[in-house]
């Protein structure tokens, strides 16, 4: 079975960090683009950081860049988001996804597996 097990939000204060960890099974991880989402309460799901399994591209919303950071081990199947200086909007739940077409986007729609979320909660 395909299985993304998002882990390590919390609690933290404005201006503190965070590092996310997307552990992926039953699939090949080297060939699948993964990227990071968040969806706050009363909001739309977005894009915040994706990174291409072909050349290890990687891409960031405009709202985290200079503050996000994507990195994989392919070696754990692992796939992180260094999260500093964080800020009061970025509380939300924070999903990893896989395509399988290996091109990272931004686009929720292009990704074919989803892990069920962790909750990162910043506050002021």
């Known amino acids: 079975d395909v299985q993304l097990q998002a882990s390590g939000g919390g609690l933290v204060q404005a201006g503190g960090s965070l590092r996310l960890s997307c552990a992926a099974s039953?699939?090949?991880?080297?060939?699948?683009?993964i990227g990071w989402f968040r969806q706050a309460p009363g909001k739309e799901r977005e894009g915040v950081s994706c990174?291409?399994?072909?050349?290890?591209?990687?891409y960031y919303a405009d709202s985290v860049k200079g503050r996000f950071t994507i990195s994989s081990d392919h070696a754990k199947n692992t796939v992180y988001l260094q999260m500093n200086s964080l800020k009061p909007e970025d509380t939300a739940v924070y999903y990893c996804?896989?395509?399988?077409?290996?091109?990272?986007?931004?686009?929720?729609?292009?990704?074919?597996?989803w892990g069920q979320g962790t909750q990162v909660t910043v506050s002021s």
């Open positions: 990174i291409s399994s072909s050349d290890g591209s990687t």
């Open positions: 039953g699939f090949t991880f080297d060939d699948y683009a």
């Open positions: 996804a896989a395509d399988r077409t290996g091109w990272a986007t931004l686009l929720s729609i292009t990704y074919d597996y």
